[in-house]
Every structure is written in structure tokens, then in C-alpha cells.
């Protein structure tokens, strides 16, 4: 089965650069997606196909995918964007989730 | 505004039933492919089901396939979720979840989520 993977955690000061990694086999193939979860929260689609952000999402938020690794980049991190981020991607019929990755703004 | 409004969740027995529901608003809910996706506590998200607009099309993850099942009644914009032979490590916040765009056969990019229905068993 398809798996896609991402560190358990990221560190970043506040203004600066975040980026988070998803690994899958040939991802760059299919379209990448981005969800944001803060605690108790449900979660917030942030990019889609790849590099598009909703309606409401900052241009802080961009995207990449290309080869095996998917990136989400928050540029200007602010405080308000520590919080859980989940890549997604589907594959055969199925769905698929990265294991999540908590930002951390210190 | 789209609204998604999960219920139906509770505590369960091991090996026990649950169905739960997922009402829609604020869209032609028929349009739009959906998908049941769990987090258990303190872990990531896991997809667990979806369907199609019709309902004809349904798609399940492996850890369900056979227990669960998924259907749709587009008259009540209402989703559902059958989970039959419940097992502990089935404990989670369930979310349904709506597709970004139109007329997919699979909702594969989660553009509203409602706010989740937490399934718990008891010993």
C-alpha cells in the first residue's frame, strides 16, 4: 500500500521560513494536498493540487511537489500557525494521510 | 455556508455496532463526493471510507473493509457510516468530510470537514 511520510516535528523562529517535507514513492505523479490541524480543532485544508490555496488561506502558505517530496512552505511564520500538518495524496482507489508533523513557532 | 454536522457517535462494546450520520448544508450535497476519515487519540488522521455524489461508487480502507459501510441518502443530505464488528482499536474522532470540486468519484482534496463524532468503547 502507498505511504507517505513526514517528520514528527519542525522547529521555527517566528518570521522565518518553515518547511515541511511528505515522502512518497513518485509523488511528484500525483497531486499533493495540505491540511492544518490546531488542537481540539478540526482540520483546514491549506494546499491543493499541489500549490493552490483555498479561498481564506494566507500567501504565507505555498506548495511544491516534484520527484518523491512534497513541500509546504509557511513564509513569515507566525505564531498563529503552530499547529499539526498533514500531506495528503490518493492512490489506487484509496486515500492517503502522512503521519503529521507538529510545527512548533519559538 | 457549508455546514457538516457529525452525530451518532457513543460508547460501544467490543464487537458492537454503531451508525453514524453526517448532516449536510449549504451545498448541493448530492454534487459532491464524501469520505469518513478517523483520528484516533493523539495520532494522525487515517481515510476510512468514501463515496461518490450517486452513492454508487463506495472505496474503503483495508483496516475496515468488511465491517464498514458507507452509503449516502441525497433526499436528506444526509451521509452515513455502518461499523459493524467494533473492535477497541477503532476508538476515534470520526470526521466526514466534503470534496473540494464537483463530480468526482472520490473525494480526494477535503475542502470542509464537520467538527467529529468520537467513538469510545467501554470494558
Known amino acids: 500500500s502507498y505511504e507517505l511520510t513526514q517528520p514528527p516535528s519542525v522547529s521555527v523562529s517566528p518570521g522565518q521560513t518553515a518547511s515541511i517535507t511528505c515522502f512518497g514513492d513518485?509523488?511528484?505523479?500525483?497531486?499533493a494536498c495540505w491540511y492544518q490541524q490546531k488542537p481540539g480543532q478540526s482540520p483546514v485544508l491549506v494546499i491543493y493540487q499541489d500549490t493552490k490555496r483555498p479561498s481564506g488561506i494566507p500567501e504565507r502558505f505555498s506548495g511544491s511537489n516534484s520527484g518523491n517530496t512534497a513541500t509546504l512552505t509557511i513564509s513569515g511564520t507566525q505564531a498563529m500557525d503552530e499547529a499539526d500538518y498533514y500531506c495528503?495524496?490518493?492512490?489506487?482507489?484509496?486515500?492517503?494521510f502522512g503521519g503529521g508533523t507538529k510545527l512548533t513557532v519559538l | 455556508e457549508v455546514q457538516l454536522l457529525e452525530s451518532g457517535g457513543g460508547l460501544v462494546q467490543p464487537g458492537g455496532s454503531l451508525r453514524l450520520s453526517c448532516a449536510a448544508s449549504g451545498f448541493t450535497f448530492s454534487n459532491y463526493a464524501m469520505s469518513w476519515v478517523r483520528q484516533a487519540p493523539g495520532k494522525g488522521l487515517e481515510w476510512v471510507s468514501g463515496?461518490?455524489?450517486?452513492?454508487?461508487?463506495?472505496y474503503y480502507a483495508d483496516s475496515v473493509k468488511g465491517r464498514f459501510t458507507i452509503s449516502r441518502d441525497n433526499s436528506k443530505n444526509t451521509l452515513y457510516l455502518q461499523m459493524n464488528s467494533l473492535r477497541a482499536e477503532d476508538t476515534a474522532v470520526y470526521y466526514c468530510?466534503?470534496?473540494?470540486?464537483?463530480?468526482?468519484?472520490?473525494?480526494?482534496?477535503?475542502?470542509?470537514w464537520g467538527q467529529g463524532a468520537l467513538v469510545t468503547f467501554s470494558s
Open positions: 513518485k509523488l511528484g505523479d500525483k497531486y
Open positions: 495528503q495524496a490518493w492512490d489506487s482507489s484509496t486515500v492517503v
Open positions: 468530510a466534503k470534496d473540494q470540486g464537483q463530480w468526482g468519484e472520490m473525494a480526494t482534496i477535503h475542502g470542509y
Open positions: 463515496i461518490s455524489g450517486s452513492g454508487s461508487s463506495t
